[in-house]
């Protein structure tokens, strides 16, 4: 088993139509909810606090997180300025999940390059990045 890396962009906040979103990028969502939307969830009943868009690349076994993010800014670079909008006028915030799943000997190299620096900060977007050890 090697080391794997996930990596979500989520567009989220109180209360917006996802299929706006879609119809406006022309990207279909990995997941999409509804605020107030009731899920079960690790064996209990929750109820969404927010609206969510997300989109997922699938896992990458790989030891480059810049393959990763390429893939990611290459589907979206083109759509920034219609999100920004978006993010705009529904008062919503993106964010990018990051996960690092690392077994074995070798460590994925984590290098944020300046054009992901750039397509996150022209979305005012944030960074979440869980390391696992597995």
């Known amino acids: 088993m090697g080391n ?8 989220f906040g109180d209360s917006f139509d996802p299929n ?7 990207i279909k969502p990995t997941t999409t909810y ?7 969830e690790y064996n209990k009943t929750i109820q969404r606090k927010e609206t969510s868009w997300s989109y997922s690349i699938q896992p990458l076994e790989t030891l480059y997180f810049e ?9 979206f670079e083109s759509k920034v300025a219609s ?5 705009s006028k529904n008062n919503l ?10 077994s074995g ?3 994925p190299a984590f290098y944020l390059n300046n054009r992901f620096l750039k397509f996150v900060n022209n979305l005012e977007g944030e960074i979440d990045v869980d390391i696992y050890a597995i």
Do not use: C, H, P, W
């Not at 706006?20 to 022309?26: G, Q, W």
């Not at 393959?67 to 589907?75: M, P, R, S, V």
């Open 34 to 40: 509804l605020k107030e939307e009731v899920v079960k």
């Open 4 to 11: 794997n890396i996930r990596l979500e962009l989520a567009i």
């Open 105 to 107: 000997d070798q460590t």
């Open 67 to 75: 393959e990763y993010t390429n893939k990611l800014i290459d589907k």
């Open 93 to 102: 915030k993106m964010k990018l999940f990051v996960v690092l799943e690392i």
């Open 20 to 26: 706006e979103l879609t119809s406006l990028i022309t």
């Open 83 to 87: 999100i920004k909008g978006f993010l």
